[in-house]
């Protein structure tokens, strides 16, 4: 199946620090989403994009949807230390159907 | 308290032996999901149903099996047939504007 590209792999920042990662594709789709997973644990949505061009925040997180519809980023603004674990992006083409995911962007932050 | 539930969270087999995965959900979604991740990669599909009494198959579906018989259960059977089974698995719900949310995921180990 297809893979979305997802980057960087991993990052390792101090806290207060701001944070940023993408997602590209070479298919368009109409929904992006942004999850958070820590270890052991289920993933859990953070943010969800339905319009080519949408910005949203949720706290100190931004998502935004490309205008081109082949990709997207996060941003997380004043990192703290529970932001720690790994971010996946999904992008999805029709709802009820499958999301494709991201390789997953490993933050780790510094005290 | 609405949720998706997984039991148990950890389970243990010996290879040659069919294990059934349990997934409810109380959220009244019709589309229910079941992914597989293994460490350090991201989710796969491996089914998925749209509505009760209808499942598709995802892209790694050899050596599992679902059923769909309620609209707030999706059992998942991992069968012998199944190479590698030994790995995290996820299932999630998703409302008809499409995202998904998972539950806290079930571990495998089959030795």
């Known amino acids: 199946g297809q893979q979305l590209n997802q980057s960087p792999q991993s990052m390792f920042i101090q806290e207060g620090e701001d944070v940023s990662m993408n997602c590209t594709s070479s298919?368009?789709?109409?929904?992006w989403l942004w999850y958070k997973q820590d270890p052991g644990e289920g993933p859990v949505l953070l943010i969800a994009l339905y319009k080519a061009g949408e910005l949203t925040s949720n706290g100190r997180l931004t998502a935004q949807f490309g205008i081109t519809r082949k990709d997207s980023f996060l941003n997380i603004s004043a990192s703290i230390p529970s932001d720690v674990g790994i971010y996946f992006c999904?992008?999805?083409?029709?709802?009820?159907?499958?999301?494709?995911f991201g390789s997953g962007t490993r933050l780790q932050v510094q005290p | 308290d609405g949720g998706i539930t997984q039991s148990p969270k950890y389970l243990f087999r010996k290879e040659g032996q069919n294990v059934t995965l349990s997934c409810e959900q109380n959220?009244?979604?019709?589309?229910m999901y079941w992914y597989r991740q293994d460490p350090g990669q991201g989710l796969r599909l491996i089914y998925y149903?749209?509505?009760?009494?209808?499942?598709q198959k995802g892209d790694i579906a050899e050596g599992y099996s679902v059923s769909r018989e309620k609209k707030e259960s999706f059992p998942l059977t991992v069968t012998s047939a199944q190479k590698n089974p030994t790995a995290f698995y996820l299932c999630a719900s998703s409302p008809d504007s499409g995202e998904q949310y998972f539950g806290p995921g079930t571990r495998l180990t089959v030795t």
């Open positions: 959220l009244n979604h019709d589309a």
């Open positions: 999904a992008g999805q083409f029709l709802t009820r159907r499958a999301l494709t």
């Open positions: 298919s368009i789709f109409n929904t």
């Open positions: 149903s749209q509505i009760v009494n209808d499942f």
